[in-house]
């Protein structure tokens, strides 16, 4: 079970909080037709800001703050400011299938599934994974993490042999594009021996998929 600093989280909080009421301050202060570094008013939603600002960093701010805000269980209002991000990435590329949406979309499911709504987890992931797809293909470490993340969903959902799928895509990828002795493969590889272990026939898939994984 991970344990959450609480002070530092909340320190952490404040900071993007911090960093966010500077951006917004130096909209106030703006003349009317001073260009703030190509920043744009736009409406944030009735929970938001009254104005919010179409920039790249003001999205970064809104994940920083979002990712705090999940990793202090408190998911609600991480899903308010991921759901703050999309909509600045959604102006300011405008479309919704960009790289850099992938991402949000792989952290939008991470609160869902800790929230138990698994199905719509599977649904953001599921955008993720297309755009992975589309934009990296199908051996791109994006597209990895995201194998890796959709297999969290169905363990957590007691799905084994399914999240073992998943896990065993990610972590052919992760070997052929970074190496065995990665981070990346390491954590994929520890979900896998999980998914092999709560299975009744965990002896003979496991060491199956480790003959196989040997190959690559």
Known sequence: MTVIDVPL??????????????FYLHQRNSKPNEDVSGMISIKMGEKGVEKGLVDPEVAKLYDQLAYLL???ARWDEAIELFEKRLEIEKKVLQCDDEPEMADTYRK?????????????A?????????INLHAFGSEHSSTATTYHCTGN???DQGKDEKSMQK???ALKI??????????????????LEKSCTDQASATTQCNTIKRRLRSF
């Open 9 to 22: 989280v909340e320190s952490r909080l404040q900071s993007a909080k911090s960093a966010l009421d500077l």
């Open 167 to 169: 896990y065993q895509k």
């Open 108 to 120: 939008f499911a991470m609160v869902l599934n800790r929230q138990g709504k698994f199905e719509e």
């Open 174 to 191: 992760r070997m052929k594009t970074l190496g065995a002795d990665h981070s990346s493969s390491a954590i994929t590889y520890h979900g």
């Open 122 to 130: 599977m649904k953001q992931h599921q955008k993720a994974l297309t």
């Open 153 to 155: 969903v169905f363990y």
């Open 70 to 72: 999940f990793e202090d």
